[in-house]
């Protein structure tokens, strides 16, 4: 082992002590930031320098070490702590067949009653209108952004999409709100715009470019040399896509569907606003509805800190928790699946 | 013969009927395309005009009055930037910790592979999930109160993978042989990170931050009831104090004040659309100068 340091030495500018990094920083003077002197080596440990830059390294490595794991971390705590207000509520006080099969949500009757079909019928059938409208759109826009555009449009029609995906939902609710409303009561000649209707378009509009851009990506995740082997084969662009990125590609596309619909379903301000928020299990796309994560942001700031009612906000809060989990890890599996089939 | 000649280089009917298809698909597609950007197009206008008749400079610089039906907006403007500046604080060098694991250290195992599920996870989670959570940890675990920390520190979580992301590409997109060329110097790996690979990608990194800044500037259900409150007469004087905030100044004047003027809940939300479109096309333009630079 000690043959290893002399020669990292031998190799090194002579005048240098062993284990010091020859080419340092220009900014440092030679001395003893970097100065890994013989004597503080300890024989046994491996033939790595120990001074004050592998010390940092350690720490720095340690640190970054932390911050990685940081997300996972932050996933677990959230479940935690809503976990902790909500999970013992909904085991054993709530009743989960009545939570969900009864359409009856009355949170503040003096026996009150927590059946939250209704509001999972709602949720459901505006991300369900929403996607009707979103995915067809989002897909051909992705096919035509990743596939048929060149040069400055598709440039310029990534930045457009980028742009529509970064309006806050709670402009978009205002947008259902202010000018949907108007819009909808006027054409369709009904009383009340604020309907599942006009909460699935607007949900439309909003997961549409994401769901574009995450399916763009699946398309660019295909390699070219397939592209270009069909090509040479005589195959229209068309063609192409049809017979040989789609089939590619697909797990991918699946996955950007799914993401919309997670989006979607954990949507907001957007759905709050727009969806008329009344407690109601919708027959039609001109009825009112509420949503789940509406339900939790229209009635936490009116419950008290442990009470029944703030409990089974949370337990809402486990529920889209799960769900949108559920949905992501299914996205993340069809997406490696895709990869390794690929490879 | 010469009939032989002369379609011999025309196209066969099937080779005819195979580009038709294509032009007709490249159409539909098309269409779509334009039918998805249009109507936000359209609205985004109508926003404007219904909205600009409201916006002056007292609109900028007078606190709301009369229960929020007339005066501007500068105490929700103020309140934004403390939230923003605040989550940023935590955010960041957690998010580019993250990268830096994820981009120079990480191997391909299963750790890896959860810290990318967390990440997707973290981005996926309902809003209003993330606003229990603050409530529950921040709010009433740590007894940081309402307040403008604990709304903070709810924002930076929620946009963590935003940064996390953007910055494992900027530090990805740093060519290897920059490192190898750092450590056949005998550089720790530590010393290659601060030295080479931060400094080549930190306009990249800025361009995330930047990104991220415009996603807590919209979000409105996670601060609703960690520290954003409907009206307040002063502005906040430190992170433990309560404060207005943009979002949810567009959600109360649109939803929770009756017989406001028309204009003014326009005018809150062509200010609030301004400000994010604003931050992104920054980022976007960074981002194209960025690419048009870099020399490797």
Not at chain 2, 127 to 136: K, Y
Request: proline share 6%; hydrophobic share 50%; glycine share 8%.
């Amino acid at each position: 082992m000690s043959d290893n340091t002399v020669d990292n030495t031998s190799s090194g500018t002579p005048a240098q002590p062993p284990g010091k990094p020859p080419g340092k920083p220009p900014g440092k003077p030679p001395g003893p930031p970097y100065g890994g002197t013989p004597k503080r080596r300890r024989e046994d440990r491996l033939e790595d320098r120990i001074d004050a830059a592998w010390i940092w390294d350690r720490i720095a490595r340690a640190t970054i070490f932390l911050g990685g794991i940081s997300a996972i971390v932050f996933v677990l705590a959230i479940f935690l702590f809503i976990a902790r207000e909500g999970l013992g509520f909904a085991l054993s006080e709530l009743d989960l067949g009545y939570f969900f099969t009864s359409p009856n949500w009355r949170p503040t009757n003096e026996t009150p009653q927590f059946g939250a079909l209704a509001l999972i019928a709602g949720t459901a059938s505006i991300t369900g209108l929403a996607m009707l409208i979103a995915v067809p759109f989002a897909l051909g826009a992705a096919i035509y952004i990743g596939e048929f555009a060149t040069g400055k449009t598709r440039e310029t029609l990534k930045v457009l999409v980028e742009l529509l995906a970064a309006t806050p939902s709670v402009v978009w609710g205002f947008i259902g709100l202010s000018i949907m409303n108007p819009l909808i009561i006027e054409m369709f000649d009904v009383p009340i715009g604020l309907t599942v209707l006009n909460a699935g378009i607007i949900l439309g509009l909003m997961a549409a470019p994401i769901m574009t851009t995450i399916a763009e990506d699946a398309l660019k995740a295909v390699p070219d040399s397939y592209r270009e082997a069909a090509e040479a084969m005589g195959a229209t662009r068309w063609q192409i896509i049809r017979q040989v990125v789609i089939p590619s590609a697909k797990h991918g596309l699946v996955a950007a569907i799914l993401l919309g619909v997670g989006r979607g379903f954990g949507e907001t301000m957007a759905v709050l606003m727009a969806s008329g928020h009344a407690i109601n299990m919708p027959t039609s796309p001109f009825d009112s509805a509420r949503a789940l994560t509406a339900t939790i942001a229209s009635e936490l700031g009116e419950t008290a800190n442990g009470s029944e009612h703030y409990r089974v906000l949370f337990t809402l809060g486990i529920f889209l928790f799960l769900v949108t989990f559920v949905i992501n890890l299914l996205a993340d599996v069809l997406v490696r699946k895709g990869d390794k089939k690929r490879s | 013969m010469s009939d032989a000649i002369k379609n011999g280089f025309q196209a066969a009917p099937l080779d005819r009927r195979n580009q038709r298809n294509q032009r007709v698909f490249r159409l539909l597609f098309l269409t779509m395309t334009v039918i998805l950007i249009v109507p936000v197009v359209v609205i985004l206008a109508l926003l404007t005009i219904k909205g600009a008749p409201a916006l002056s400079w007292g609109f900028f610089t007078e606190s709301p009055k009369n229960g929020l039906t007339e005066g501007g907006i500068f105490p929700a403007l103020v309140g934004t930037l403390w939230l923003v500046a605040v989550a940023l604080v935590a955010s960041v060098p957690l998010g580019v910790a993250a990268a830096i694991y994820l981009s120079e250290y990480a191997k391909d195992n299963l750790l890896t592979r959860l810290i990318n599920l967390a990440i997707i996870n973290l981005a996926g989670v309902p809003s209003i999930v993330h606003a229990l959570f603050g409530l529950g940890a921040f709010v009433l675990f740590f007894k940081f109160g309402t307040s403008i920390l604990a709304a903070s520190l709810t924002l930076a979580i929620m946009t963590l993978p935003v940064v996390i992301v953007s910055t494992r590409e900027a530090l990805q997109s740093v060519p290897q042989s920059f490192r190898l060329a750092c450590w056949s110097l005998g550089a720790t790996r530590w010393q290659t990170i601060r030295k080479v690979v931060l400094p080549n990608s930190i306009s990249g990194i800025l361009t995330g931050v930047i990104l991220e800044v415009s996603r807590t500037v919209g979000e409105t259900a996670p601060i609703m009831f960690t520290g954003a409150v409907f009206f307040l007469p002063f502005l906040p004087q430190s992170v433990m104090d309560q404060t207005m905030a943009m979002s949810l100044h567009l959600y109360n004047v649109a939803t929770q004040v009756p017989d406001i003027p028309e204009a003014l809940p326009f005018g809150v939300a062509l200010s609030l659309i301004l400000m994010v479109l604003l931050l992104n096309s920054v980022s976007i333009a960074f981002r194209v100068h960025l690419r048009r630079v870099k020399k490797w």
